[in-house]
């Protein structure tokens, strides 16, 4: 849940949408290249009806970030610069 009247859900293929409190839906599959990387479960997070990620479970896949309600998705690239040693 977004809010009372947004609502979002997955099962891993295909993302389901409620705009107005579950009266309505509507379906959209996940992009390929996701369902075959992400072959892990995940979490789904929205923080806006538009903007939400895709968290995996694990380490073994990406996370997964969308600005326009699940229509695009993209690969979030998380990198960590080298370790400072406190003196």
Do not use: E, Y
């Not at 809010?3 to 009266?23: E, F, N």
């Not at 929205?46 to 969308?66: E, M, R």
Request: charged letters at 15%.
């Amino acid at each position: 849940l977004i809010d009372p009247s947004h609502w979002r859900l997955t099962d891993g293929a295909v993302l389901m949408l409620s705009d107005d409190a579950g009266a309505t839906w509507q379906s959209r599959p996940l992009a390929p290249l996701m369902r075959r990387m992400t072959s892990d479960a995940f979490d789904l997070k929205f923080v806006s009806p538009l903007t939400g990620f895709a968290v995996p479970k694990t380490t073994n896949s990406p996370v997964w970030w969308t600005a326009d309600g699940g229509v695009t998705w993209t690969s979030v690239a998380i990198t960590v610069g080298p370790r400072i040693q406190p003196h």
